[in-house]
T-cell receptor
């Protein structure tokens, strides 16, 4: 998976608890992204980063925050998890902006919020 | 609203047969179109990319076509194999300052012996 790891790979949590997902890359790509994938929907962008400490919102950013303190790490935080955030989360990286160059995806994290 | 639609939603074919998956989009202005393959439990992997001026692109047994006038693309799989069983996702880039991408919902392909 192009030098991208996600942790944890699976997580079950309860409503109202904070959750942090980690994406780590070894490719030194500038751009990093967090998507969620739900049945019947295409991948939807939550947040993305275009450099260390440079982040912006995607189309479904409510309830999520991100941080990028190093080139290789991009964290996604659910401050207070809700059942609607049960999903599979994918991290992706690219050298240039979202559509300008190929995106490489991580293996995904399956999150279940009870 | 920019959208990407794919058909069929799911498809079952016999090993060795050919199949064609469709993608229609309303994205404008258009930048490029990619097809991704997503195996169960894994992240998507890029198969092909086409820009406005390209109307055919091949990658082994996969051939993608693009008609930018009608805003349609197809992915043709030749001599299918069991390993082709996956979801195929059409992704269209909108030419903005950061080339926003819109993902289609995918077509689930099952190849059976």
């Amino acid at each position: 998976d192009a030098g991208i790891t996600q942790s944890p790979r699976h997580k079950v949590t309860e409503t109202g608890t904070p959750v942090t997902l980690r994406c780590h890359q070894t490719e030194n790509h500038r751009y990093m992204y967090w998507y969620r994938q739900d049945p019947g929907h295409g991948l939807r962008l939550i947040h993305y980063s275009y450099g260390v400490k440079d982040t912006d919102k995607g189309e479904v950013s409510d309830g999520y925050s991100v941080s990028r303190s190093k080139t290789e790490d991009f964290l996604l935080t659910l401050e207070s998890a809700t059942s609607s955030q049960t999903s599979v989360y994918f991290c992706a990286i690219s050298e240039s902006g979202q559509g300008a160059s190929e995106q490489f995806f991580g293996p995904g994290t399956r999150l279940t919020v009870l | 609203k920019n959208q990407v639609e794919q058909s069929p939603q799911s498809l079952i074919i016999l090993e060795g047969k050919n199949c064609t998956l469709q993608c229609n989009y309303t994205v404008s202005p258009f930048s490029n179109l990619r097809w991704y393959k997503q195996d169960t439990g894994r992240g998507p992997v890029s198969l092909t990319i086409m820009t406005f001026s390209e109307n055919t692109k091949s990658n082994g047994r996969y051939t993608a076509t693009l008609d930018a006038d009608t805003k349609q693309s197809s992915l043709h799989i030749t001599a299918s194999q069991l390993s082709d069983s996956a979801s195929y996702i059409c992704v269209v880039s909108e030419k903005t300052s950061y080339d926003k991408v819109i993902f289609g919902p995918g077509t689930s392909l099952s190849v059976i012996p």
